[in-house]
């Protein structure tokens, strides 16, 4: 076994968590439908946790090419792993209401997953300038404008419709830069 593939597991289980936390909070809110106000923003929300969750799976084989790794690429990727589950736990309503409003949940509890990506999006440029030697402006600007907004989904949380599409859209746009 490679080293690569020793630390993938651990950051892989974190990631598996993270997904089957999205997928069973919406199983959930699916059953409670009668009791649920459903926003299509808050959706859209979940599904960019979604792509950064296999975005950070996919950059991951990416890494396999590291021959040799520091304790502090393993700790960077946990961590990295850890904020994303947190990202995901908090992305929709948990079932412990009788009322499930989901706009209302994100634009309350729910910008606690804006924090969480918020330190996510400084996990990249590490990645990116350290781990994958890649250019140092690029990799600085696109982490910056995801940071931008999600803090603006923590201090402006009366915009969190137009910022979850704003948010989609520049989590697409990762994607496109990163497969």
Do not use: C
């Amino acid at each position: 076994m490679t080293q690569h593939e020793y630390i993938f597991i651990a950051v892989s289980i974190i990631l598996g968590l993270a997904i089957t936390r999205l997928l069973h909070t919406a199983a959930l809110l699916t059953r409670a439908h009668d009791s649920v106000v459903f926003h299509w923003s808050s959706t859209l929300w979940a599904l960019s946790i979604l792509i950064y969750i296999l975005q950070l799976w996919w950059i991951g084989w990416g890494l396999r090419s590291i021959e040799t790794w520091a304790f502090v690429d393993f700790l960077v990727l946990v961590f990295g792993s850890i904020l994303i589950y947190g990202s995901a736990e908090m992305a929709l309503p948990a079932a412990d209401n009788k009322q499930f409003d989901m706009l209302h949940h994100n634009q309350h509890l729910g910008r606690l997953s804006a924090v969480f990506m918020t330190v996510y999006f400084l996990v990249g440029p590490y990645v990116n300038i350290v781990m994958l030697d890649n250019a140092i402006i690029p990799s600085l600007v696109f982490p910056a404008i995801g940071i931008f907004l999600s803090l603006m989904v923590i201090i402006l949380p009366r915009h969190f419709v137009l910022l979850s599409a704003l948010f989609a859209a520049y989590s697409l746009l990762i994607l496109f830069l990163t497969v």
